[in-house]
C-alpha cells in the first residue's frame, strides 16, 4: 500500500523561501518507471502542478513557477523535497504530493499560508 | 485561467447520467492521455480515470472517460449523493508545458 505526508511549515512571510517535504511508503524513487509530483491548490480554486522528480533523477518543473522551485529526492530516506523561493501571499495553498505518472496516490494534502 | 477548460458547474438528479466536458489543444489532450479526478469536499483529489478510459481498482464501473480529438469527456451513470464533489480533468502537456489542469467543475446532485 503506498502512503505519501506532506510536511512542512504551516506559515511563511513574503520572500521567505517554502520547503516541503513528501515521505513516502510502499514505493521506492530508485526503481524504475517511478516519480512523485507536487500539486497545490489556492483555497476555493483549481489545482496546478507544480513539479515532477522521476526515478533517474529527470525533473520537470511549471514553466510559469519553473524559476522558483526545485525538487530534490532522497531515496535512502524516502523523501521528496520541494523549495519554492520568494514566497508571496498568492502562493497561498494546499500543497499536496502524489505519486506516479497519472497521480494515482495523493498524500493528504498541507496548507500553507504565506502573510506577514 | 486553467490551460484545459472545464464547465464551471454541471447537475442531475439521482439515477441521471451526467457528463462533464474538457477542451484542451493538440499539444495537450490531442497528443497525451487523459486523467479525471473526483474531489470531495474537504479532501484530495483521488483519481477517477487514467489513460483516457482507464478506471483504477475501486472505482466504480459508472465513471466512464472518453477522449476524442482534443476534447475529453467524464461520464458518471446511475448518479448518487455521494457524487456530489468537484471533478478535475488533467493532461500531459508537450515540452515545456509539464502536466496541466482544468479549472474544475462542481457537480451537484439536486
Known amino acids: 500500500q503506498i502512503t505519501l505526508t506532506e510536511s512542512g511549515p504551516t506559515l511563511v512571510q513574503p520572500t521567505q523561501t517554502l520547503t516541503l517535504t513528501c515521505t513516502f511508503s510502499?514505493?521506492?524513487?530508485?526503481?524504475?518507471?517511478?516519480?512523485v509530483g507536487w500539486i497545490r491548490q489556492p483555497p476555493g480554486k483549481a489545482l496546478e502542478w507544480l513539479a515532477l522528480?522521476?526515478?533517474?533523477?529527470?525533473?520537470r518543473y511549471s514553466p510559469s513557477l519553473k524559476s522558483r522551485l526545485t525538487i530534490t529526492k532522497d531515496t535512502s530516506k524516502n523523501q521528496v523535497v520541494l523549495t519554492m523561493t520568494n514566497m508571496d501571499p498568492v502562493d497561498t495553498a494546499t500543497y499536496y504530493c502524489?505519486?506516479?505518472?497519472?497521480?494515482?496516490?495523493w498524500g493528504q494534502g498541507t496548507l500553507v499560508t504565506v502573510s506577514a | 485561467q486553467s490551460v484545459l477548460t472545464q464547465p464551471p458547474s454541471a447537475s442531475g438528479t439521482p439515477g441521471q447520467r451526467v457528463t462533464i466536458s474538457c477542451s484542451g489543444s493538440s499539444s495537450n489532450i490531442g497528443s497525451n492521455y487523459v486523467c479525471w479526478y473526483q474531489q470531495l469536499p474537504g479532501t484530495a483529489p483521488k483519481l477517477l480515470i487514467y489513460r483516457n478510459n482507464q478506471r483504477p481498482s475501486g472505482v466504480p464501473d459508472r465513471f466512464s472517460g472518453s477522449k476524442s480529438g482534443t476534447s475529453a469527456s467524464l461520464a458518471i451513470s446511475g448518479l448518487r449523493s455521494e457524487d456530489e464533489a468537484d471533478y478535475y480533468c488533467?493532461?500531459?502537456?508537450?515540452?515545456?508545458?509539464?502536466?496541466?489542469f482544468g479549472g474544475g467543475t462542481k457537480l451537484t446532485v439536486l
Open positions: 502524489a505519486h506516479g505518472s497519472a497521480f494515482d496516490i
Open positions: 522528480i522521476y526515478w533517474d533523477d529527470d525533473k
Open positions: 488533467a493532461a500531459w502537456g508537450d515540452s515545456p508545458s509539464g502536466w496541466v
Open positions: 510502499g514505493l521506492s524513487l530508485s526503481t524504475s518507471g517511478v516519480s
